[in-house]
């Protein structure tokens, strides 16, 4: 491999890195929020299973 080619492959990894670096950050506040706030608890299993209350519509865009 020439240099240019290593300093390609060291930027390319250091995205990846900045990537999950970003991920990470995600959902460790996510989980601080899940832990500390309820309504924040609802909204994620509302979302995710398509709940609802029993007085109101639920519209599902894909």
């Not at 506040?29 to 609802?42: F, G, K, R, S, Y």
């Amino acid at each position: 491999m020439q240099g240019f080619e290593y300093n390609d492959k060291i930027d390319e990894l250091k995205a990846k890195i900045q990537e999950n670096t970003d991920t990470l950050n995600y959902y460790n506040n996510m989980l601080q929020q899940l832990n500390h706030n309820p309504e924040a608890m609802e909204k994620v299993v509302r979302e995710h299973y398509h709940m609802q209350h029993a007085n109101e519509d639920v519209y599902v865009f894909e």
